[in-house]
């Protein structure tokens, strides 16, 4: 069983820069897709970036130019690098691992609380 743990969470100010770590431990199986969600109190959990096994990467646009998500495979580590924060940026910051084959086995982190003032 795959278990993830996030880190990297605090507060800043508007404007500044946090960087998020992702770590699995346990075999992750292949063609699996790591992402970063996000989410607020009285709404959905919403999709950040993911990265593909292959590297390809997805953004959502209100992050887009302003996050950067990688992984190091040999490690089994995910990052989210996020610049320029804004205040709606504000949320618990959620790790995921999924396969399209078996989505039923989607793994998430316990999450980290990121918390932007303006």
């Known amino acids: 069983q795959v278990q993830l743990v996030e880190s990297g969470g605090g507060l800043v100010q508007a404007g500044g820069s946090l960087g998020l770590s992702c770590v699995a431990s346990g075999r992750l199986p292949g063609a699996t897709t790591m992402g970063w969600y996000r989410q607020v109190p009285g709404k959905q959990r919403e999709l950040v970036a993911t990265v593909s096994s292959g590297g390809t990467t997805n953004y959502a646009d209100s992050v887009e130019d302003r996050f950067t998500i990688s992984r190091d495979n040999r490690k089994n580590t995910i990052y989210l690098q996020m610049d320029n924060l804004k205040p709606e940026d504000t949320a618990v910051y959620y790790c995921?691992?999924?396969?399209?084959?078996?989505?039923?086995?989607?793994?998430w982190g316990e999450g980290t609380q990121v918390t932007v003032s303006s």
């Open positions: 995921n691992a999924r396969r399209a084959v078996t989505p039923q086995l989607t793994v």
